[in-house]
C-alpha cells in the first residue's frame, strides 16, 4: 500500500532561518503530491503541489521538488517567517486510483523571532 | 475558492448524547472525508463517500455513522458520545480528476465530550 514518511519534530528554527522538512513517499503507481499547513486552530490548506516527476511546486515562498529517484518530496524554504509557525503534512493521491490521499503525520514548525 | 463549511466549530456534549456534525461542500465535488485530528496520531479517516448515499469505512469508523442524502452535504454522527470521541474533527472534499487529487478541508470542529 501507499505510504508516506515525514521527519518528526517540532523543528525549532530562528526567524530568516532556513528550513527543509523531509518526506519520502512509497506509492504503487506515479503520485501526485502534495504539501498541506495548518496554523493553529485551522483545518489544513493546500501550500503546493506537483503531479509529475521533476517538477518544482512553489508558493509563499516554500518550495518542493518530485523526485522519482529518491521518492522524495522535501519541503524547503530560504528565510522563514515566525507567522510560518504551523504544522505541515506531506501527501500522495494516485490519479485514477483511490480516491483516499495518504498523509504523513504532520511536521510541527515553530519559528521563534 | 473552494469552501468547505463545517457548522459548529466548538461543540461540548455530554456522554451518551447523539451529536451531528454537518459539512457542505460548494464545488460539486464527488468525494467527501471525515477526519479526525489527536495530538501525535495525525489525520484519522473515519468515513469517506465517493457519490450521494455511498459511503466507505475508513481506519476508524468505530462509534461513528455518516450521512450522504445530497451531494454538497455529508454528515457525521456519534451514536451515543463518549469521552474517548473528545477530538478535532475535520470534513474535507476533493473532485475526482485524471491528476490526483487536491483535497479542501474545512476549518474543523472542537468536540468536547464531558
Known amino acids: 500500500g501507499n505510504s508516506v514518511t515525514q521527519m518528526e519534530g517540532p523543528v525549532t528554527l530562528s526567524e530568516e532561518a532556513f528550513l527543509t522538512i523531509n518526506c519520502t513517499y512509497t506509492a504503487t503507481g506515479y503520485p501526485s503530491l502534495f504539501w498541506y499547513v495548518q496554523y493553529p486552530g485551522e483545518g489544513l490548506q493546500l501550500l503546493l503541489k506537483?503531479?509529475?516527476?521533476?517538477d518544482k511546486g512553489s508558493n509563499k515562498g516554500f518550495e518542493a521538488t518530485y523526485r522519482k529517484e529518491t521518492t522524495s518530496f522535501h519541503l524547503e524554504k530560504g528565510s522563514v517567517q515566525v507567522s510560518d509557525s504551523a504544522v505541515y503534512f506531506c501527501a500522495l493521491s494516485e490519479p485514477g486510483g483511490s480516491y483516499i490521499p495518504t498523509f504523513g503525520r504532520g511536521t510541527s514548525l515553530i519559528v521563534h523571532p | 475558492d473552494v469552501k468547505v463549511t463545517q457548522s459548529s466549530r466548538y461543540l461540548v456534549k455530554r456522554t451518551g448524547e447523539k451529536v451531528f456534525l454537518e459539512c457542505v461542500q460548494d464545488?460539486?465535488?464527488?468525494?467527501m472525508f471525515w477526519y479526525r485530528q489527536d495530538p501525535g496520531l495525525g489525520l484519522r479517516l473515519i468515513y469517506f463517500s465517493y457519490d450521494v448515499k455511498m459511503k466507505e469505512k475508513g481506519d476508524i469508523p468505530e462509534g461513528y455513522s455518516v450521512s450522504r442524502e445530497k451531494k454538497e452535504r455529508f454528515s457525521l454522527i456519534l451514536e451515543s458520545a463518549s469521552t474517548n470521541q473528545t477530538s478535532m474533527y475535520l470534513c474535507?472534499?476533493?473532485?475526482?480528476?485524471?491528476?490526483?487529487?487536491?483535497?479542501?478541508f474545512g476549518e474543523g470542529s472542537w468536540l468536547t465530550v464531558v
Open positions: 506537483a503531479t509529475k516527476a521533476d
Open positions: 474535507a472534499s476533493s473532485p475526482t480528476t485524471t491528476s490526483g487529487n487536491t483535497i479542501y
Open positions: 464545488m460539486d465535488h464527488e468525494n
